[in-house]
């Protein structure tokens, strides 16, 4: 099957690079690249090319492009903004297929700026040339000793080779997090920062990883996504070939809002739609440097456990009543163990706590075999997918670490398919021999709580199965020009959503005799699609309970429209079958400027307005993922039968809803909202009583 993102292929494997705006300076942006090239042994050709040196570095220069020996593989264009036009021009017109852009002075600064970009962007396109940047700080691949970046941070250190890849739209924050890694010893080889992305994107990036047969773990720095079908499309291949992503996904304040829209001149979309895609694929979004490498280092393993339950073996009681607290708050399942196993257990250590948190407490640290057979029986009889063994500075003491260490390796060689951290306190050197031993380390434990129930996310992520195919609806064409609420009911209506029974009534006396075929009591409202929200104007009127009633309602309605909405073009009133002993619902759909059409489900009133408790997902969908979105919203028991409530009729509200994705994802661009607010559901169904539909001519 041919690769979805083959562009940096060539770009990260590259046999020739002409560096132009070359410097002799080593630490000049255009003299890095060289420099580190030559300290790594990169075996490719070099060009340097600077027309007013004979040499660079003690390689020969070039004066011009075009004066190159050969078409290299790739450009590296370290020059000024005004000159990089030309720079790429040239380079197009030689058959170069790619280039990185250092220099800055683009689109993320002004207008101007924005132009010249676009200019590049079109040059390049008109030539087949695909672009990185600008405003980048490169990319490398160290399993080759390719740095084509300016980056200063190989001063202090080079990259660890390893499965690791980095991608970010920030430099220096890119920069950060990949020199963090070195730091950690976490082998990264492949690093990408994609700067402005006229052409080449962060979905490339991280769409190129997750196809590398040289990557097993994504990290990624994202501020704003351009193409939301090219970051669904990477998301998914990422998750079938069960590779980790780990996103710093930043702007989710106002703030940070605006200052990734200025840092990136990219989209920012709405911070819950975000959640809501990235959980779909299984991402884990991080906040901090320190979380992304702690779940990073613990993937690297490439042990996700699909139904993951955690047993922790501790010296210390209080450690672990700790964790304990934070897996729960997690959701990050510690089933007890079997009666058999504690009574084992206590045989064997009277005083020692065997449910889970299993403590062998400090006795175990002089008698070092309760370790071992504490282990075994969590293993073996507990069925532990992930165990955390808690030993704090004991663990890493010299008089201990001997004894300590063979009993570990007993344990993990019982299972070695699962899961296993330990919390200590250990020199470098002790923490590399229980590595070594297939241990992950950590010094804070909490961390490697977060750590374990990440692995068990990827791996439910991983294991689940293409949901069911979206319902059959028919195309429906929504009309340009506004709908009144008994339009919008019609038009949804094919589409297989259930309304409450309703007639448009033009005139007192429609109205009255609609009222009595319904029965008592009714709903009446005004009808007009020029007024959207009704009841801010008194246009609603519920239970109206006789004849004579909804005479003075029609009246009554009219009245306000008239006084509160003159310039509205009035089509009547609507009467509507009052639902009884329901629960509100609201379902909605919002197209979003990136990712299409976003379904909303939550409870009305004020637990929408108040709790924000509303679940999202992205259209089109089936009845699965229908059911996941009600059944994972706070407030969800109210509509299962809380507290001797009858429960609703699930199914005909999940049915309401993926029929409304698939409209919704059939609508076309023009498309901009649904809002079904609110749907009654009751033990018999579920039945929309209000609906407003926007479209944009």
Known sequence: MAAQFPAFERMLRPRSVAVIGASDDPTRAGGRPIAYMKARGFSGALYPVNPNRATVQGLKAYGDARDLPEVP??????????????????????????????????????????????????????????????NSLGLLNAEIGFYGTFTASFESGWPHRGRVGIASQSGAFGTHVFCAARDRGLGASIFITTGNEADLTISDAIGWMAESAAIDVVVSYVEGIRDGDSFIRALDIARRARKPIIMMKVGRSALGHE?????????????????????????????????ALDIATAAARRIYPVNNTLGVLTVSGGAGILLADEAADRGLA????????????????????????????AQALSETSLVREFGREMMLAGGYQSLLAFFSHAGGAASIVPRLRPELKTIRALAPDRLYVLSVLASDEIKRGY?????????????????????????????????????????????????????????????????????????????????????????????????????????????????????EAYRLLMERAAAKAPGAKIDGVLVAKQIKDGVECILGIQRDPVFGPIALFGLGGIFVEIMEDVVLHRCPFGLDVARDMIGRIKLAPLLLGARGRKPVDLDALATILSRLSVVAAQAGPHFRSIDLNPVIATEDGAFAVDAVIVNQA
């Open 73 to 134: 593989d790739l450009a590296i264009i370290a020059l000024p903004a005004a000159q990089t036009l030309a720079s790429v021009e040239a380079l197009g017109q030689q058959g170069v297929p790619g280039a990185v852009i250092f220099g800055s002075g683009f689109a993320e600064t002004d207008e101007n700026g924005a132009a010249l970009q676009n200019q590049i962007t079109n040059v390049a396109r008109a030539h087949g040339m695909r672009l990185l940047g600008p």
């Open 259 to 291: 200052a990734a829209r200025s840092h990136t001149a990219s989209i920012v979309v709405d911070d819950k739609v975000i959640d809501a895609v990235l959980s779909e694929f299984g991402v884990m979004r991080v906040r901090s440097t320190d979380e």
């Open 334 to 361: 510690m089933p007890a163990m079997p009666d058999d196993a504690q009574a084992r257990l206590r045989a064997l250590l009277p005083y020692g706590a065997p449910r889970n948190p299993v403590d062998c407490t």
């Open 435 to 551: 590595e070594d031993d297939g241990y992950l380390v950590y010094e804070d434990p909490m961390r490697a709580i977060g750590a374990i129930d990440a692995m068990g996310k990827f791996g439910a992520a991983f294991a689940r199965q293409d949901g069911e195919r979206p319902p059959d609806v028919p195309a429906i064409a929504l009309p340009s020009h506004a709908l009144n609420e008994a339009e919008a009911k019609q038009l949804l209506s094919r589409a297989g959503i259930v309304m409450a029974p309703e007639l448009a009534c033009r005139s007192e006396a429609e109205a009255v005799d609609a009222a009595g075929r319904f029965g008592f009591p009714v709903v009446m409202k005004i009808l007009s699609a020029n007024i959207a929200h009704k009841s801010e104007i008194g246009g609603v009127i519920v239970g109206v309970e006789s004849e004579t009633a909804a005479r």
